[in-house]
DNA sequence: TATGTTGATGTCAGCGAGTGACATCGCAGC
DNA sequence: GCTGCGATGTCACTCGCTGACATCAACATA
């Protein structure tokens, strides 16, 4: 009578829910997708008609994270050089994650021991950086700086991330984003 | 009388030459292991005992390569500081592209259009920036600064790499990779 | 009210990647 | 000659993933 729906909502929140869970309590190769279906109420198909594959559900926040990248970026005055506005951005970003704090070093810690996940994690950060630079080419800056700033600021937070991850996401991610920034200009401006 | 051995010999090298030229012939996807292994004389039994899984007999030189970073990394006197080793090494690897200019096309063709085959050459990378980041520290640099460094010079390999593939091989890759050294100088160095 | 359409799900059959266990058999050393 | 070894073959199996088709509540419309 008051059924709102024949089935139940959210599949798609469900599958995650229950794929993490299980991810985190056999590990990832121990699962197979039929018990993730199982534990979410639905059946192995149906997850596939949600996530291309069993990798896929781990990485469903990436398009998000690019959009606010890239929308982020957008807001930079132009007249901020490129290296500098994408600083500007990993620093936003950075509230992002530490407000996440928990999901985030979970989450992590199920890719950190599964070279498939480190695999498709290396490729959404590369489809991120084609999305920075992209971003930065239509700021004005030439095909070349573009490509090289996008993946200098990828570099950044690969390093300063996986450092805060290190230290339980006790650090200000932040600052360590600054410093390696830092650090980056230092080694790259000495030389020559 | 004269066989030498009960098998062909070189059974890894003639599964890698079948598989080249099957993904070139029909793609990779729609090249099966079994017909690989058929083509090559074996079975696919015997693939899987020479190469992890479909994808790695395209990145069985993946391992040399990143031997010839880290010894020619070892090369170069202490006293240069690590960016500009780094350049050094790019500059000696370069040699190595062009003369196997076919090849690497070749094989980058394959790659291009396939993105488990992507996946794959990311973590290849990340493994390759590891290392030399780890001849970096040994060299007398510090964690981070080793670890940035690396990145740079792969996201700088990267990209003139891909703008080497994109002139079909016509441009000197040596040059490239000067240019964006170059350009990554600049373009980290003008901020702040 | 009857009827048709839609969309999310289920069912089933099948392919191909990858693995473990065991068999085979020439060759090298004893 | 016997024996152990190492490269290969055979077989059976799991699991990721896909295509084709069935189901059935909800909704629209006549």
Redesign the pocket.
Known sequence: MC??????PN??GRLVEAALALYVERGF?Q????EI?KRA??????F?????????VLFWGAASLQELFVDTLRSVPESVVPIDAVAATLNVVAGVFQERREFALQRQSIIAVNPELQERELIKLASLTAAIAQALRSRGADELAADLVAHAGIAVFKVAFEGWVASAGTNDLAHMFSESFAELKLATGAGA
Chains 1, 2 share one sequence.
């Open positions: 059924m709102v729906s024949r089935w139940e599949a798609r190769e699962t197979t997708v039929m279906a109420g639905l059946t192995e198909r149906t596939f008609r949600y996530f291309t594959d069993k990798r896929e």
